[in-house]
C-alpha cells in the first residue's frame, strides 16, 4: 500500500498569512493527488485534484503542486473560513490512501 | 443540485451485521463511480470500497475484504455496503462520494454525503 505522510500535523497562523502543506507518498503516483478540507462535524470538500486542478467555485487562493512523490497545499491569504483539517489522498492505486490530515488552527 | 443522503446506521453488536444505504440526486447516478469512505471518531479518514458504473469491478481496503461488499441499483440510484462480521474497530462515519475526474479506476470523491454513524459495541 502507499503511505501518504502530511507536514505539519497541526499549524496556527493569522488572518492573511500564507500556509504551505506538504504531503509525501511512499512510492511515485504521478499526480493523483488529491486534497480535501474537512470542518468539525463536516463530511470533506474537494479542494484540489490531479495534484494542481482547482475543484470548481473552491477559492483561487488555494493552489496545490508536485508529482511523482513530494506535494504542496498552498493557502495564499488565510480567511477565517479556512481554519480547518485538509487530508491529501492518493488515488493512483488501490487501495486509496489518505494523509494523516493537518490540522489549521487560529493563532 | 448533487445530493447523497447515507442511512443506516446505528449500534450494532460485535459479530454483527449492517446494511448502509446512500440515496443519490442530481446527477446520473448510473455514470459514475461510488464510494465508501469512514472516519474513526477523532481520527483521519479511511477510504473502505469503490464501484464501477455497473458494478463489474469493486475494490476494498484490506481491513474489511471478505466481511463487506459494496454494490449498487442504478434503477434505484442506490448505494450500498452491506457489513458483516463487525468489529469495534469499524466504528465510524461512514460516508458515500461520488466519483469523478476519472481514468480507468482512479477517481477523486467529488462529492459527499454527510455521513452516517455505525457504532460497534456489546
Known amino acids: 500500500d502507499i503511505q501518504m505522510t502530511q507536514s505539519p500535523s497541526s499549524v496556527s497562523a493569522s488572518i492573511g498569512d500564507r500556509v504551505t502543506i506538504t504531503c509525501r507518498a511512499s512510492?511515485?503516483?504521478?499526480?493523483?493527488l488529491a486534497w480535501y478540507q474537512q470542518k468539525p462535524g463536516k463530511a470533506p470538500k474537494l479542494l484540489i485534484y490531479?495534484?494542481?486542478s482547482l475543484q470548481s467555485g473552491v477559492p483561487s487562493r488555494f493552489s496545490g503542486s508536485g508529482s511523482g512523490t513530494d506535494f504542496t497545499l498552498t493557502i495564499s491569504s488565510l480567511q477565517p473560513e479556512d481554519f480547518a483539517t485538509y487530508y491529501c489522498?492518493?488515488?493512483?492505486?488501490?487501495?486509496?490512501?489518505f494523509g494523516q490530515g493537518t490540522k489549521l488552527e487560529i493563532k | 443540485e448533487v445530493q447523497l443522503v447515507e442511512s443506516g446506521g446505528g449500534l450494532v453488536q460485535p459479530g454483527g451485521s449492517l446494511r448502509l444505504s446512500c440515496a443519490a440526486s442530481?446527477?446520473?447516478?448510473?455514470?459514475?463511480?461510488m464510494s465508501w469512505v469512514r472516519q474513526a471518531p477523532g481520527t483521519g479518514l479511511e477510504w473502505v470500497a469503490n464501484?464501477?458504473?455497473?458494478?463489474?469491478?469493486?475494490y476494498y481496503v484490506d481491513s474489511v475484504k471478505g466481511r463487506f461488499t459494496i454494490s449498487r441499483d442504478n434503477a434505484k440510484k442506490s448505494l450500498y455496503l452491506q457489513m458483516n462480521s463487525l468489529r469495534a474497530e469499524d466504528t465510524a462515519v461512514y460516508y458515500c462520494?461520488?466519483?469523478?475526474?476519472?481514468?480507468?479506476?482512479?477517481?477523486?470523491?467529488?462529492?459527499w454525503g454527510p455521513g452516517t454513524l455505525v457504532t460497534v459495541s456489546s
Open positions: 462520494a461520488r466519483g469523478g475526474y476519472c481514468s480507468g479506476g482512479s477517481c477523486y470523491s467529488i462529492n
Open positions: 442530481g446527477f446520473t447516478f448510473s455514470s459514475y463511480w
Open positions: 464501484i464501477k458504473q455497473d458494478g463489474s469491478e469493486k
Open positions: 512510492q511515485g503516483i504521478s499526480s493523483w
Open positions: 490531479a495534484a494542481f
Open positions: 489522498q492518493q488515488a493512483n492505486s488501490f487501495p486509496y490512501t
